[in-house]
C-alpha cells in the first residue's frame, strides 16, 4: 500500500470513528452474549480491529481495506436483519451508507462556498462602473476602489523645426504609476445627533479635548450632580487607581458579582459526591488519620485480592468501554494520593469514594461467571468493618457517615439472578438492555420523546450504584428503583412493533423480580432477618477487627529482625536487634 493509500484509509477509519451512530461497531464484543454469531459471521470485524490490521501493514491496498471496512456493518446485517434486534442491522445500513460515501469522497477538497463565484449584481449589492473607477454600495458603508491612470502631460506646441529640449523629454519619462486607492466612507449622521454617543468612549486617562464642530457634545470640564470622578465625562468609568479605593459596600458587590463567575469555572461532580461534601463531619487531621489506617488495613488484610483495586483501570482493550460505562472511576492509589493532598472536605466524601471503587466493579463486570464480582464483595465487606472500627466508633454517637442496607448483600444476590437470565430464541443475556443508561446505547442521546413519557430514567447499574454509596434506607426504596428500570422500558416501547423484543424481556424481568423481592421481604420479616437487622444498627458498638494469625506477625518479627541500621559514630552497618532490649 502505498504511503497515499495508506493516509486515506487512515482518514476513512478517523471519520468512522466520529460518526455517533457507530457506538456499536467501535470495540470488539463478547461473544459470549450472542450466541450463534460465529455460524453466520465467518470473519468478526469491528473498527478497532481494523485500525490495528491497518497499522500493522496488513492490507496490502485499499481495495482489500474496504472489504473489512464494509464487513463490520454486512455482518451486522446478516445477523440482525431476522432477529428481535433488527434495529441494530438497520443501524448498521446506515452506517454502512455512511462508510461507502467516506470511502469515496474523504480526503477530496472542497471548494469552500462563494469564495471563487462570481460576486453578481443583486438589490443589495449594486456595481456601478464609472470612468476613473468602480463603487460598490452595501446597506449605509461605501467602499470605493479608484483606478488611478496616467496623468496628462501638456506640452508648450513646436515653432518650426525646434528641437525638444532635455527639460521635456525628461518630462514625458515622468508618467504616474497606477494607483489603487480605498475609501471606506461613513455614513451620514442626521443634523442634531451626538456624536458622543455614536463613537466609542474615551478612555479614562485621555482628557476630553472640546472641538468646533456643531455635531459634537461639549465636555464641560466639572460635572454637576452624579458625578463619576473627578473632571470626567458621564459614562466613563474612573481609572483602576479610583476604582480600589471603594467602600465597603461595592467591595460586597463585587465579591457577590465575581462569585457568581467563579461558581461556573467549578467541576461539576457526581450528585452522590456533592451530597458527601456538603454533610458529614468535617476532614480534620486526626480523622485523616484514621482515614490512612483504613487503606493500610485493607491493604494488609486482603493483600492478595487488593491488587487489582490499587491502580486505575489501564487495559486498552477494555479502556474505552471501561469509561463509557463508568463515569467516575476510582480506585486506592488516586484515593490516597487526595489524603495527602487534603482534597477530602468531609469523611463521608472518603466513604463514599472508597464504597465507589466497588460498586464500579460491579457494575462494569456483570456477568456471574466474572471471578471479579465475589472479590469486590469480599474486599468491600473488610472495608465496611475498619472504618466501623476507625471511623465510626472513635465518633460515636455522631454519625460520621450514611450507613449501607443491613440486607445490601441479599439484595446484591437479587440482582444476579436477574443477571443470570437469559432469553429462550438466542440465549443471550434478558438483562442486557438495562445494564446501563439508556443513552449508553443511543449514542449518548435519549430516544426521541423518551423524556416525555420516562420521567426518572433508571437502570440496574444506577441502582447497583446507589446501593453500595448507602443512599437506600429500606429496601421498599431499592424494589422501587428495580422496578422503575423495567416500567420505564414498558412505558416508552409499549404499543411499538421496534419494541416488543424489549416490552417482552422487561415483562420477563419484572416477573422473576417479583419473585425475588417476596422471597427476600420473606426473609427479612423472619428470625435470621430480625438478627441481621439488629447486628447492622449495633455494629458500632459490637464490631471488632479479627486478630491477625500467628505466623503473620511471626513473619514481620522475621523482617524486622532482618533489617540493618549504620551507626552514625562507627560508620558500620549493624543489624537492627542488637539496639533492642
Request: aromatic share 6%.
Amino acid at each position: 500500500m502505498t504511503p497515499e493509500d495508506l493516509r486515506h484509509c487512515q482518514n476513512v477509519v478517523k471519520a468512522l470513528r466520529k460518526e455517533k451512530n457507530n457506538y456499536l461497531f467501535l470495540e470488539p464484543f463478547d461473544l459470549t452474549q450472542v450466541p450463534g454469531y460465529t455460524d453466520v459471521v465467518k470473519k468478526v470485524m469491528d473498527i478497532s480491529t481494523l485500525s490495528k490490521n491497518l497499522d500493522a501493514g496488513v492490507y496490502p491496498d485499499r481495495e482489500a481495506f474496504s472489504k473489512d471496512c464494509f464487513l463490520i456493518y454486512e455482518n451486522a446485517i446478516a445477523y440482525h436483519g431476522t432477529r428481535p434486534t433488527a434495529w441494530i442491522a438497520d443501524l448498521a445500513k446506515s452506517m454502512l451508507k455512511i462508510a461507502k460515501d467516506k470511502y469515496s469522497n474523504v480526503g477530496k477538497k472542497k471548494d469552500p462556498s462563494g469564495k471563487n463565484k462570481k460576486l453578481l449584481p443583486t438589490k443589495k449589492n449594486k456595481k456601478v462602473f464609472s470612468e476613473g473607477g468602480t463603487t460598490t454600495e452595501s446597506g449605509g458603508t461605501k467602499l470605493k476602489l479608484k483606478l488611478g491612470g496616467p496623468a496628462k502631460i501638456t506640452k508648450p506646441p513646436i515653432q518650426g523645426k525646434q528641437a525638444p529640449s532635455i527639460a521635456d523629454e525628461k518630462e514625458d519619462k515622468k508618467v504616474k504609476k497606477p494607483r489603487l486607492t480605498l475609501k471606506l466612507g461613513k455614513p451620514k449622521t442626521p443634523e442634531g445627533t451626538n456624536v458622543a454617543k455614536s463613537s466609542p468612549k474615551p478612555s479614562p486617562k485621555a482628557s476630553p479635548k472640546p472641538t468646533s464642530s456643531s455635531n459634537t457634545s461639549k465636555v464641560s470640564p466639572k460635572v454637576v450632580g452624579n458625578s463619576r470622578g473627578k473632571e470626567l465625562p458621564k459614562g466613563v468609568a474612573p481609572p483602576k487607581a479610583e476604582q480600589k479605593k471603594g467602600t465597603k459596600k461595592t467591595t460586597a458587590k463585587r465579591k457577590a458579582t465575581d462569585g457568581s463567575v467563579t461558581k461556573s469555572k467549578k467541576i461539576k461532580l457526581s450528585a452522590a459526591t456533592s451530597q458527601a461534601n456538603r454533610g458529614g463531619v468535617v476532614m480534620n487531621s486526626t480523622r485523616q488519620v484514621q482515614c490512612v489506617k483504613v487503606l493500610n488495613g485493607l491493604k494488609h488484610r486482603q493483600s492478595q485480592s487488593i491488587a487489582v483495586f490499587l491502580q486505575p483501570v489501564s487495559d486498552k482493550t477494555i479502556v474505552k468501554d471501561y469509561k463509557s460505562k463508568i463515569e467516575y472511576p476510582m480506585d486506592l492509589g488516586t484515593m490516597q494520593a487526595k489524603l495527602e493532598r487534603n482534597e477530602y472536605p468531609t469523611v463521608s466524601a472518603f466513604v463514599y469514594d472508597l464504597r465507589r471503587i466497588f460498586s464500579n466493579c460491579l457494575r462494569y463486570n456483570t456477568s456471574l461467571k466474572d471471578a471479579f464480582r465475589p472479590v469486590a464483595v469480599d474486599v468491600l465487606t473488610t472495608a465496611e468493618q475498619l472504618m466501623t472500627v476507625f471511623l465510626a466508633q472513635p465518633e460515636y454517637p455522631t454519625s460520621v457517615y450514611p450507613p449501607l442496607l443491613f440486607c445490601w448483600k441479599l439484595c446484591l444476590s437479587v440482582l444476579d439472578t436477574l443477571y443470570n437470565l437469559t432469553n429462550p430464541e438466542d440465549g443471550a443475556a434478558t438483562a442486557l438492555y438495562f445494564l446501563y443508561p439508556v443513552t449508553h446505547y443511543c449514542g449518548g442521546q435519549y430516544p426521541p420523546g423518551y423524556l416525555e413519557k420516562v420521567k426518572k430514567p433508571m437502570d440496574f447499574g444506577t441502582v447497583t450504584k446507589q446501593l453500595l454509596e448507602g443512599q437506600y434506607t429500606s429496601v421498599e426504596q431499592f424494589e422501587a428503583d428495580c422496578r422503575l428500570v423495567l416500567d420505564n422500558c414498558i412505558a416508552y416501547y409499549g404499543g411499538r412493533e421496534d419494541g416488543k423484543m424489549l416490552t417482552d424481556q422487561a415483562n420477563r424481568l419484572s416477573a422473576v423480580l417479583q419473585q425475588q423481592m417476596t422471597a427476600l421481604k420473606k426473609y427479612i420479616k423472619a428470625p435470621p432477618g430480625e438478627a441481621l437487622r439488629r447486628a447492622a444498627q449495633n455494629a458500632v458498638n459490637t464490631t471488632s477487627l479479627p486478630k491477625p494469625p500467628i505466623h503473620l506477625l511471626q513473619g514481620i518479627l522475621d523482617e524486622l529482625r532482618s533489617l540493618k541500621y549504620t551507626d552514625k559514630a562507627t560508620k558500620v552497618k549493624k543489624p537492627s536487634r542488637d539496639g533492642c532490649l
